[in-house]
């Protein structure tokens, strides 16, 4: 008996070790071959030349002309390379380059095919350049590179090992201008904290739009200065009745800047006339009765409407989106106009028409949800297609763009399937296979690519309470997604993203990324 469980005792140290070896040891391979380096989004080109590229103690980054936009990237580079590398990596400008192992940052006029967010990355045994027409393409293409290096370039601390990039050439630039992730900061409230964390989480897959759905029923989250009680009341709590909050106008101008900082805009919207609970508990002289409503912590929509005949409501639209506007740098003004249930279709009509032209006079571009289409469109304003393929129809019909936004396969708050304890099922289970197979240009008949300005993927926070509960419901979906948004169609085939996607998952650890491990992916479990 006793042999017996020491040979038992045996196969089962053995087994351990072996099961723990295949997951642990397998040691980085160095790289020779950039075709098969795992990028995503996957880049329109790549070719290879055998070699490798290695970073040093003495590499220095070199700008090609002067000027504080390049310099930012560079310094953007080095801040991303230098806490596991140990590297001092200096940025500096062109001209006294050392013959080993530099990097060299270029802004190029001529090459025209990369647009505003293209760049080319040209990598030999001697140097890696970068070159881009715009600062954006360099920006987007220093997160290239840190995909090519090993994944312990993530880590936040000093990582013992070589950091080779196989040499050769990658040509890239998107399929789409807007490539968005949305995050609901009404239902629960995140801190700027997260809220930045999100953004260069989001930076780092190409997307180059954040919209804060900045109000709801349940709470309004920026500080108004003509309206104070907006955030003060009406943002002092969230569903479930803990917490809650808002930012302040300095906190929200501090996150567009970071945005802007990593080519990213900030899309703000005011939910109205529906959604508007929260406004309308915070002054009485919005709602039809003259009665304040009361705070609200549940998660049912559809019923509050500002009033929609009343002038003081209009002076209200007009004053939000006045500081709103004097807030934002970036050309667009969410006005939301979904699921308005409570507003009979005769007063959403002529309020939306209005609330349109304020956001003009503010010199803003209008931005809604697909509802909005029922309106008169404005000329240059943006669809965002949830749910009513009729109104994306109307959109078009009117001059409008399009943003994808299919809530059965964009929206992050939407159960993996039936076993997942967090999110919501009203639109559709959506595992990672789902969320990745899928084309914007078939999602509407007659909405064509010339239709659509890009690809957004909201999150919206009922149950969604904490950076952790973010990260596992938008992670991995939304990797799928910013690819969908970058890559062409011919270069997409869920096989072939499957595989990269577990090839990946080292650098989702390295980021710290609470992901949702699917079985429908083979993770790469080593370094
Ligand atoms: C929405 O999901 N109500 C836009």
């Given at each position: 008996m006793k042999y017996l469980m020491n040979t038992f005792s045996t196969i089962a140290i053995l087994a351990i070790f072996s099961l723990y070896a295949s997951c642990t040891s397998e040691p980085p391979k160095e790289p020779?071959?950039?075709?098969?380096e795992v990028i995503?989004?996957?880049?329109v080109s790549v070719t290879a030349s055998g070699g490798a590229f290695t970073l040093t103690e003495t590499t220095k980054i070199f700008t090609q002309s002067d000027g504080e936009e390049l310099d930012q990237i560079a310094r953007h580079l080095s801040n991303y390379l230098s806490?596991?590398?140990?590297?001092?990596l200096p940025v500096e400008s062109a001209?006294?380059?050392?013959?080993?192992?530099h990097i060299l940052l270029q802004l190029n006029?001529?090459?025209?095919?990369?647009?505003?967010e293209g760049y080319e990355l040209n990598i030999t045994e001697d140097a890696l350049t970068l070159a881009a027409q715009q600062p954006a393409g360099l920006f987007r293409g220093l997160q290239t590179i840190r995909q090519l290096l090993?994944?312990?370039?993530?880590?936040?601390s000093l990582q013992e090992m070589s950091w080779k990039i196989a040499t050769g050439t990658i040509r890239d630039y998107p399929m789409y201008e807007y490539r968005g992730a949305m995050l609901d900061v009404a239902r629960h409230f995140f801190q700027v904290d997260d809220v930045k964390r999100y953004i260069d989480l989001i930076a780092y897959y190409k997307l180059n739009h954040l919209h804060l759905h900045l109000s709801d029923d349940q709470g309004w989250r920026i500080e108004i200065k003509s309206w104070p009680?907006?955030?003060?009341y009406g943002g002092s709590t969230q569903v479930g009745g803990e917490g809650g909050g808002h930012y302040t106008q300095e906190e929200y101008t501090d996150l567009v800047q970071y945005a802007q900082d990593r080519f990213i805009t900030i899309v703000p919207e005011i939910d109205m006339?529906?959604?508007t609970n929260a406004a309308l508990t915070s002054y009485p002289e919005l709602n039809c009765s003259g009665k304040a409503a009361e705070l609200y912590t549940g998660i049912?929509?559809?019923f509050s409407t500002l009033c929609?005949?009343?002038?003081v409501t209009y002076q209200f639209v007009d004053d939000v989106i006045g500081e709103l506007a004097t807030l934002t740098p970036g050309p667009y003004i969410h006005?939301?106009?979904?699921?308005?249930?409570?507003?009979p279709m005769e007063d959403y009509i002529p309020f939306v028409n209005r609330a349109q032209e304020i956001v003009l006079k503010h010199g803003k571009q209008v931005f809604g949800w697909?509802?909005?289409?029922?309106a008169e469109l404005v000329d240059n304003a943006v669809v965002q297609y949830w749910a009513e393929a009729e109104n994306a129809t109307k959109a078009i019909e009117q001059g409008g763009k399009v943003i994808m936004s299919p809530a059965t396969k964009t929206?992050?708050?939407?159960?993996?399937?039936?076993?997942?304890?967090l999110g919501l099922h009203w639109a559709a289970y959506i595992e990672v296979d789902s969320a990745y197979i899928w084309e914007p240009t078939n999602?509407?008949?007659?909405?064509?690519r010339e239709h659509i300005l890009g690809i957004e993927a909201p999150l919206w926070s009922e149950t969604v309470t904490n950076m952790d509960e973010i990260e596992y419901m938008a992670f991995p979906r939304l990797i799928g997604i910013a690819e969908i948004a970058w890559t062409s169609p011919v270069d997409r085939q869920w096989e072939d993203y499957r595989t990269r996607l577990g090839q990946h998952a080292p650098y989702l650890k390295a980021l710290e990324i609470d992901y949702y491990a699917s079985d429908l992916v083979d993770w790469k479990s080593y370094e």
């Open positions: 020779t071959d950039l075709t098969q995503i989004p996957k880049p806490p596991a590398t140990g590297f001092d001209g006294s380059e050392s013959d080993d192992g006029d001529s090459d025209t095919e990369l647009g505003e090993p994944s312990g370039i993530e880590k936040d009680k907006l955030a003060e006339p529906g959604h049912e929509v559809g929609t005949d009343s002038e006005i939301g106009g979904d699921e308005s249930h409570a507003t697909d509802e909005i289409a029922n929206y992050l708050d939407m159960q993996y399937d039936s076993t997942t304890e999602m509407v008949a007659g909405v064509d």
